[in-house]
């Protein structure tokens, strides 16, 4: 399967302008380049390093900390090996830098938590009018919160449904979404806009974890739709049907996330 670089940044979370800096740099070289047009296109290897890449670099590893590390890799189990020996140079360090101590400890059982990577099954789905109150932010799902209780005290005892979230790509690559909440009437305050939320025929698919690991499901809703040649613009819908409270994250194991793709048509 072959990735254009808009599908393969939304499946991994990572901007087009780092992937270009990451082939600049020679750490993700696309496995083709269109010469005529220089697209580029990713498979399947590219997203499994991809995932490396990402774990390095949230794991405060230099880009040229991360070339010796993907270099000194022949197999799976060698990363964890480059794990331990960061956390000892950060044990060395003064105290502001215990907090990616904690972070390298997660990381080394990465590769436990993904030999139980979930099976996903995809639906057609229809999503059906109805009134909501929005607003928008560019902040990752875990930073939502401030925007959410807006939602939630215009409504009061308005809410009829789930929270969920739509998307688009800004001219500056930032993601902007929109947080939508069903209510049953009009709601009347500055602080919300209020909109008829249009019916949807679509793909579905339910995530089940944190929202860290949630660009596996839209991995699996870009292959059906490039497998099956439907037409999108990869706007995502997530609802969010079991989440984060609005103080308390509780167990985020459990959390269950629908993302909705809607579908134009056949090509």
């Known amino acids: 399967m072959k990735y254009k670089i808009n599908e393969f940044s939304k499946m991994t979370a990572i901007p087009k302008s780092t992937l ?29 390093l991809a995932n490396q890449l990402t774990l390095l670099r949230n794991s405060d590893f230099s880009i040229s900390e991360i070339k010796e ?19 000892a140079f950060i044990l060395e360090e003064i105290q502001e830098k215990e907090r990616l101590m904690k972070k390298i400890d997660q990381m080394i059982t990465v590769g436990e938590i993904d030999a139980c990577e979930q099976k996903y099954r995809i639906e057609p789905h229809t999503k059906s009018a109805q009134r909501v109150i929005t607003r928008r932010c560019t902040c990752p799902f875990d930073e939502m919160g401030p925007e959410v209780d807006h939602l939630y005290q215009a409504a009061k005892e308005a809410v009829v449904g789930e929270l969920f979230t739509s998307q688009r790509e800004l001219l500056d690559e930032k993601i902007q979404y929109e947080i939508a909440l069903p209510v049953r009437q009009f709601i009347e ?18 995530h089940y974890g944190d929202y860290q690991e949630i660009g596996q499901a839209y991995k699996v809703l870009i292959d059906h739709v490039e497998q099956h040649r439907l037409e999108t613009d990869f706007s995502f819908i997530n609802t969010f049907i079991k989440g984060s409270g609005k103080k308390f994250k509780g167990n985020q194991a459990k959390y269950v996330t629908e993302i909705f793709l809607p579908i134009k048509s056949f090509i």
């Open 20 to 48: 270009r800096y990451y082939d600049r740099e020679g750490l993700l070289i696309p496995s083709l380049r269109d010469q005529e047009n220089g697209y580029r296109y990713y498979d399947e290897a590219d997203f499994t």
């Open 69 to 87: 590390v993907l270099n000194g890799i022949e197999e799976e189990g060698d990363l964890a090996y480059y794990l331990l020996e960061k956390k």
């Open 189 to 206: 305050s500055k602080q919300v806009k209020n909109e008829i939320f249009p019916e949807m025929t679509g793909i579905r698919t339910l």
